[in-house]
């Protein structure tokens, strides 16, 4: 197993494999900034199904035990069902991160293909919200109705992950709670987190998981649940009834002591970290086809100078500001 600087293993790899979208979540790819002249990358220069499942096949070994699809939004990728046919012949737990617009039609095809479980991004339940949110004009309806059918064909549980703004959508927090309350879905809040350089990150409108627990405490009763392993990122807590409800607490209380996350962008760069300003393009050497053993390697060495502890960093900023990074998060993956 490899270990980084500060002793943490690479556990779990996220792999972006689009930088496009079908929404334009304003804390993510806010319009104004990803517009139509926005340099997306070429279909040619994204990391293909092979290449894709030959870096995983050479990380393996290296002791990753989770791997987490994301984007960009994934299920806009062609063909995307076959990357998860390939990827399911490895033996590790193997996971989508969506915005649900397409898990409707995706959930059984991407069950029958090996996927074990989905995490779905829904930060309202009313549609004005929600679609202000997405800019979008899709309906809640049809993200609720892939979240069913994730449940269906069992790529549970299921999780959502909910952005909280403030002055945007705190009156979500009870509604999400409720809506999901007894169904196993374990809803997820997480702290709005100053990624890229294009969402206009402020201080002042993060609600930290604190406030949202205050809020959620006006109803229900909360608890937490110790932690099972020290690198799960949510805080787990659970109410009376029994629903688990996590808290992903990057501002206010950052997590990178046990972060053993390494990601890859959808054109094949390794980052140490969510705010790296640069990673290692394994492109070319996937291109060219190094053996398995070179791969590992070169990850190994990029793995074992990581001393990345951006959000703990950010936090002992006097002023808590951000430093602006080059990054965004719709292309390293989320
Ligand atoms: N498109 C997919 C989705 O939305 O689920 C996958 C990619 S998205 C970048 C992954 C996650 O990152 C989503 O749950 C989204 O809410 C979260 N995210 C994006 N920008 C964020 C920000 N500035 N702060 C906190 N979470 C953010
Ligand atoms: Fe797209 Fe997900 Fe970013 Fe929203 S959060 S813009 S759905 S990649
Ligand atoms: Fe991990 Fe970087 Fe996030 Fe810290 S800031 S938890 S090191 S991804």
Not at 303 to 308: I, N, P, T
Request: glycine share 6%.
């Amino acid at each position: 197993m490899v270990r980084d600087a500060l002793s943490r293993p690479l556990r779990d790899l996220r792999i972006s494999v689009i930088d496009r979208c079908n929404f334009r979540c304003s804390y993510c790819m806010p319009r104004e900034v990803f517009g139509k002249d926005y340099p997306y990358l070429e279909r040619d220069e994204i990391l293909s199904f092979e290449e894709i499942d030959h870096l995983v096949t050479s990380l393996l070994p290296l002791g990753i035990e989770k791997i987490r699809l994301t984007g960009g939004e994934p299920l806009v990728r062609r063909d995307f069902v076959k990357l998860v046919e390939m990827l399911s012949r490895h033996d590790v737990e193997l996971a989508l991160t969506t915005n649900g617009v397409l898990l409707q039609q995706f959930a059984r095809p991407l069950a029958d293909a090996g996927l074990n479980r989905v995490t779905v991004s829904l930060d309202a339940l009313d549609d004005e919200t929600f679609q202000k949110m997405t800019d979008s004009d899709i309906k809640v309806s049809q993200i609720l109705a892939g979240i069913d059918a994730a449940i269906e064909n069992g790529l549970g549980p299921v999780k959502i992950n909910t952005v909280i703004r403030r002055g945007v959508n705190e009156h979500s927090i009870l509604e999400i709670i409720e809506h999901f309350r007894g169904t196993g879905v374990i809803v997820r809040f997480i702290e709005f987190m100053d990624v890229g350089s294009s969402n206009s990150w402020r201080m002042d409108e993060v609600v930290t998981a604190e406030e949202t627990r205050s809020i959620i405490n006006e109803k229900y009763d909360l608890s937490e649940i110790p932690p099972v392993d020290a690198s799960h990122v949510a805080k787990v807590w659970q109410t009376s009834n029994g629903d688990k409800i996590g808290f992903i607490t990057s501002i206010s209380q950052p997590f990178c002591g046990s972060c053993t996350r390494g990601r890859i962008s959808s054109e094949g760069k390794f980052y140490n970290c969510l705010f790296a300003d640069s990673g290692f393009d394994l492109k070319p050497h996937l291109r060219a086809r190094v053996s398995e053993e070179e791969i590992q390697e070169m990850v190994t060495g990029v793995w074992e100078m990581r001393a990345d502890r951006y959000s703990e960093m950010r936090g002992e900023q006097t002023n808590a500001s951000r430093i602006r990074l080059p990054i965004e998060m719709s292309h390293i993956g989320g």
